[in-house]
């Protein structure tokens, strides 16, 4: 009877830890029983692997079979509306929606730049665990270095031991097995949920430099060689890609020893750094030193693979569209197609998958760069003309071979800078205000506006300003013939001018600043306020604009010595009543050396006002409008930074540059409003100082082209 009991016993024991073991299996998202790999089984210490290279695509395991995957994707950043990417604000609740959103428009891929916050990798595992297989996201994990490091010292050994120190880390967050200390600036915390069945492949590095690339070329001594244990190089590596090799081995190895997992991987690039020849490039640091995957080699021990990625735009740099080569191509419509005519060469270099890890157009009032043989701008088109422009690309993309592509971005982000925009704002307050003239703010598929935008209609119908409960809402004066309604939100200032004669000629003056304006002023023979700094001329649809007071002109400042258009009159006079149009820089100086064309110093006038609806469910809505006519009334938004404002969320102002230059905390207590005529007198606007913007989203006209476009794509090679 004992030994009955003993025999029970022992069997109860066994069957408790057979549950329990089998409690702490892992899921397979993919369905696969650890024997159904073909590189061998948790056993007998087979590596694992979900994914590999095929010749032209990446492959994903399904039912023990790997199977071709078009990558189409979307990039995710970590800044919005009141965070710095560094802060990583964004929540569980909105990464849940926001898969679920990237999914529904037929998205498979994801790419995030840097280690995310734990909600991050928390909301993808639970969104993955209840989604369909053709429904999944699959993750591209960033490796992001510190830049400090990097550009002091110009030579990417010098970032090598804190970057491999990273890379293990991002490999126990990826399997859930992570405890990351607070540090300002970087994501942190206890990162439990292992999503690393989801992570199709590794994106390291940066978008780096050529001088980058030549200076840390230049610090390895001897042959050039790496011999890894999982990456090697071949004969032409350069001293940075035996740096990209020996980060990539180190990292592959720590994830195998420690986890018996691998997946494939690849290093950023950029036209910038490729190794193709052009003839037409008119900067030499964008046309020096390159680098490329091909100079690495995946050894037998690491069979998931390296693939090729590269972020490219329609519109920089120059050479992308100057080369005869791309200029002279006509895709089968017959029309110029220098995006894909780039893509078609560099493709051909490759032995390998290449995905083009990011490619878009911004939807921002102001503009950085353009490509004027194919006319795509970075900025300055409307969410129609995104749309067409992406489906364009996205198509490009396809048919030229590649692997597949991603779109930058997911969500706008509004602390991002640009080149001839990041010296006009501060950048410790960017966050917390919409700069539409800085292009990077304005990329996104999703829309992050101010709560008030979807109240201030520029439309040509003024009953939302009637009926509205619009904070900061003011009927400020009635002068000269007009009545000025004034409001304002994080993004614009609103005017609705009323008047029976609106369509005539009419100057609306702004006093920003106490440290310059007219005195005694006039403008095209009609008085000014004292202390006038800009003045809005309404002029009918095609003629309206905003002008500086040419001693408040930030371009005439910066470029006067450079820009030969540029008019030095009244330039040093701070009681000057000579304006000038408002210019942004769009071209530097240079010679394109194929062809000999010579260019120099240049700006847009981009205070020149676009007339339309901007009412955006109507079949002519423009996102761009920024005045519309109704009877007898006009409805105005104007950006802040045309006005010189660095920081509207404190009234903050430029200084006086001629004096002190550039700088921040120059704030203003109000601004004064008036309309040019007999009566001068100047009416105060002021406004509540905010800390935190409210903000909504919206999803733009191009995510749903798009949903269309990556079904097809996806399903022609799953075929």
Same mark, same amino acid.
């Given at each position: 009877?004992?030994?009955?009991?003993?025999?029970?016993?022992?069997?109860?024991?066994?069957?408790?830890?057979?549950?329990?073991?089998?409690?702490?299996?892992?899921?397979?998202?993919?369905?696969?029983?650890?024997?159904?790999?073909?590189?061998?089984?948790?056993?007998?210490?087979?590596?694992?692997?979900?994914?590999?290279?095929?010749?032209?695509?990446?492959?994903?395991?399904?039912?023990?079979?790997?199977?071709?995957?078009?990558?189409?994707?979307?990039?995710?950043?970590?800044?919005?509306?009141?965070?710095?990417?560094?802060?990583?604000?964004?929540?569980?609740?909105?990464?849940?929606?926001?898969? #679920?959103?990237?999914?529904?428009?037929?998205?498979?891929?994801?790419?995030?730049?840097?280690?995310?916050?734990?909600?991050?990798?928390?909301?993808?595992?639970?969104?993955?665990?209840?989604?369909?297989?053709?429904?999944?996201?699959?993750?591209?994990?960033? =490796?992001? @270095?510190?830049?400090?490091?990097?550009?002091?010292?110009?030579?990417?050994?010098?970032?090598?031991?804190?970057?491999?120190?990273?890379?293990?880390?991002?490999?126990?967050?990826?399997?859930?097995?992570?405890?990351?200390?607070?540090?300002?600036?970087?994501?942190?915390?206890?990162?439990?949920?292992?999503?690393?069945?989801?992570?199709?492949?590794?994106?390291?590095?940066?978008?780096? +430099?050529?001088?980058?690339?030549?200076?840390?070329?230049?610090?390895?001594?001897?042959?050039?060689? @790496?011999?890894?244990?999982?990456?090697?190089?071949?004969?032409?590596?350069?001293?940075?890609?035996?740096?990209?090799?020996?980060?990539?081995?180190?990292?592959?190895?720590?994830?195998?020893?420690?986890?018996?997992?691998?997946?494939? =991987?690849?290093?950023?690039?950029?036209?910038?750094?490729?190794?193709?020849?052009?003839?037409?490039?008119?900067?030499?640091?964008?046309?020096?030193?390159?680098?490329?995957?091909?100079?690495?080699?995946?050894?037998?021990?690491?069979?998931?693979?390296?693939?090729?990625?590269?972020?490219?735009?329609?519109?920089?740099? #120059?050479?992308?569209?100057?080369?005869?080569?791309?200029?002279? @191509?006509?895709?089968? +419509?017959? &029309?110029?197609?220098?995006?894909?005519?780039?893509?078609?060469?560099?493709?051909?270099?490759?032995?390998?998958?290449?995905?083009?890890?990011?490619?878009?157009?911004?939807?921002?009032?102001?503009?950085?760069?353009?490509?004027?043989?194919?006319?795509?701008?970075?900025?300055?088109?409307? +969410?129609? #003309?995104?749309?067409?422009?992406?489906?364009?690309?996205?198509?490009?993309?396809?048919?030229?071979?590649?692997?597949?592509?991603?779109?930058?971005?997911?969500?706008?982000?509004?602390?991002?800078?640009?080149?001839?925009?990041?010296?006009?704002?501060?950048?410790?307050?960017?966050?917390?205000?919409?700069?539409?003239?800085?292009?990077?703010?304005?990329?996104?598929?999703?829309?992050?506006?101010?709560?008030?935008?979807?109240?201030?209609?520029?439309?040509?119908?003024?009953?939302?300003?009637?009926?509205?409960?619009?904070?900061?809402?003011?009927?400020?004066?009635?002068?000269?013939?007009?009545?000025?309604?004034?409001?304002?939100?994080?993004?614009?200032?609103?005017?609705?001018?009323?008047?029976?004669?609106?369509?005539?000629?009419?100057?609306?003056?702004?006093?920003?600043?106490?440290?310059?304006?007219?005195?005694?002023?006039?403008?095209?023979?009609?008085?000014?306020?004292?202390?006038?700094?800009?003045?809005?001329?309404?002029?009918?649809?095609?003629?309206?604009?905003?002008?500086?007071?040419?001693? @408040?002109?930030?371009?005439?400042?910066?470029?006067?010595?450079?820009?030969?258009?540029?008019?030095?009159?009244?330039?040093?006079?701070?009681?000057?009543?000579?304006?000038?149009?408002?210019?942004?820089?769009?071209?530097?100086?240079?010679?394109?050396?194929?062809?000999?064309?010579?260019?120099?110093?240049?700006?847009?006038?981009?205070?020149?006002?676009?007339?339309?609806?901007?009412?955006?469910?109507?079949?002519?809505?423009?996102?761009?409008?920024?005045?519309?006519?109704?009877?007898?009334?006009? &409805?105005?938004?104007?950006?802040?930074?045309? =006005?010189?404002?660095?920081?509207?969320?404190?009234?903050?102002?430029?200084?006086?540059?001629?004096?002190?230059?550039?700088?921040?905390?120059?704030?203003?207590?109000?601004?004064?409003?008036?309309?040019?005529? &007999?009566?001068?007198?100047?009416?105060?606007?002021?406004?509540?100082?905010?800390?935190?913007?409210?903000?909504?989203?919206?999803?733009?006209?191009?995510?749903?082209?798009?949903?269309?476009?990556?079904?097809?794509?996806?399903?022609?090679?799953?075929?």
């Amino acid at each position: 009877m004992k030994m009955k009991r003993f025999i029970v016993f022992l069997f109860c024991i066994c069957m408790a830890l057979c549950i329990v073991a089998c409690g702490e299996k892992k899921d397979d998202p993919f369905g696969n029983d650890a024997s159904d790999f073909p590189f061998g089984n948790d056993k007998d210490g087979g590596l694992r692997y979900y994914y590999k290279t095929g010749d032209k695509y990446l492959q994903v395991k399904n039912d023990g079979k790997f199977e071709n995957i078009y990558v189409a994707g979307v990039n995710i950043g970590s800044g919005i509306a009141n965070y710095f990417p560094g802060e990583l604000g964004i929540t569980k609740e909105q990464y849940l929606r926001w898969f #679920e959103e990237i999914s529904s428009m037929n998205a498979n891929c994801i790419r995030v730049y840097t280690m995310m916050m734990p909600c991050f990798y928390d909301a993808l595992l639970e969104y993955n665990k209840s989604a369909s297989s053709e429904q999944r996201l699959y993750l591209f994990q960033g =490796l992001w @270095y510190n830049e400090d490091i990097l550009f002091s010292t110009y030579n990417a050994w010098a970032v090598y031991d804190l970057a491999v120190k990273e890379s293990k880390e991002l490999v126990d967050v990826l399997h859930g097995k992570a405890n990351i200390a607070e540090t300002t600036g970087r994501a942190y915390g206890k990162y439990s949920s292992d999503i690393s069945p989801y992570v199709i492949g590794w994106m390291l590095g940066i978008d780096c +430099e050529c001088e980058l690339i030549e200076a840390t070329d230049a610090s390895v001594h001897g042959e050039k060689i @790496y011999n890894g244990k999982y990456v090697c190089t071949k004969e032409k590596a350069n001293g940075y890609e035996v740096f990209m090799a020996s980060l990539a081995d180190s990292l592959i190895a720590y994830e195998i020893e420690k986890y018996n997992m691998t997946r494939p =991987l690849s290093f950023n690039n950029w036209p910038v750094t490729d190794i193709l020849e052009h003839p037409n490039a008119p900067h030499e640091e964008e046309d020096g030193m390159g680098i490329t995957m091909e100079h690495l080699r995946a050894t037998e021990e690491y069979p998931a693979g390296l693939f090729a990625n590269y972020n490219i735009y329609p519109y920089y740099p #120059e050479y992308i569209y100057a080369d005869t080569k791309y200029a002279e @191509y006509r895709n089968d +419509e017959g &029309e110029p197609d220098t995006y894909k005519a780039y893509l078609e060469e560099l493709i051909s270099h490759y032995s390998m998958p290449l995905i083009v890890a990011e490619y878009g157009v911004p939807v921002s009032r102001g503009k950085a760069h353009e490509n004027n043989v194919m006319g795509i701008s970075q900025g300055d088109i409307t +969410e129609k #003309e995104q749309s067409r422009i992406l489906t364009l690309l996205s198509q490009d993309i396809f048919e030229a071979g590649c692997a597949g592509g991603m779109v930058f971005g997911w969500q706008d982000e509004w602390s991002k800078k640009t080149w001839n925009t990041k010296a006009y704002s501060n950048p410790d307050q960017s966050a917390y205000w919409h700069d539409v003239q800085t292009s990077d703010q304005f990329f996104g598929l999703l829309a992050i506006e101010s709560s008030e935008s979807g109240k201030r209609i520029i439309d040509g119908n003024k009953n939302d300003w009637v009926k509205s409960d619009w904070t900061n809402k003011k009927k400020l004066l009635t002068q000269n013939g007009l009545t000025l309604e004034i409001s304002n939100d994080s993004t614009y200032l609103y005017i609705l001018a009323e008047g029976e004669n609106i369509r005539n000629r009419h100057y609306i003056a702004f006093d920003i600043t106490p440290l310059s304006g007219t005195v005694n002023g006039m403008f095209d023979g009609t008085k000014l306020a004292d202390g006038t700094d800009f003045v809005l001329m309404l002029d009918g649809e095609d003629n309206s604009r905003l002008l500086v007071q040419a001693y @408040y002109d930030r371009y005439a400042y910066e470029y006067y010595e450079l820009d030969p258009t540029v008019s030095a009159i009244g330039m040093r006079n701070p009681e000057s009543s000579i304006f000038n149009p408002i210019k942004m820089l769009i071209t530097k100086k240079c010679t394109f050396p194929e062809t000999g064309k010579k260019v120099d110093y240049s700006g847009y006038e981009t205070g020149k006002l676009l007339y339309g609806n901007g009412d955006l469910n109507s079949p002519d809505g423009n996102s761009l409008a920024d005045f519309c006519f109704g009877e007898d009334f006009v &409805e105005i938004r104007i950006a802040y930074s045309l =006005l010189n404002f660095r920081n509207p969320s404190k009234k903050e102002v430029e200084d006086d540059f001629w004096e002190r230059g550039f700088r921040n905390d120059f704030h203003v207590s109000e601004i004064g409003i008036s309309v040019a005529g &007999e009566d001068t007198s100047r009416v105060p606007y002021i406004w509540e100082n905010w800390n935190n913007a409210e903000y909504s989203e919206r999803l733009r006209k191009a995510y749903y082209v798009l949903k269309d476009k990556f079904k097809i794509y996806r399903e022609s090679i799953s075929k």
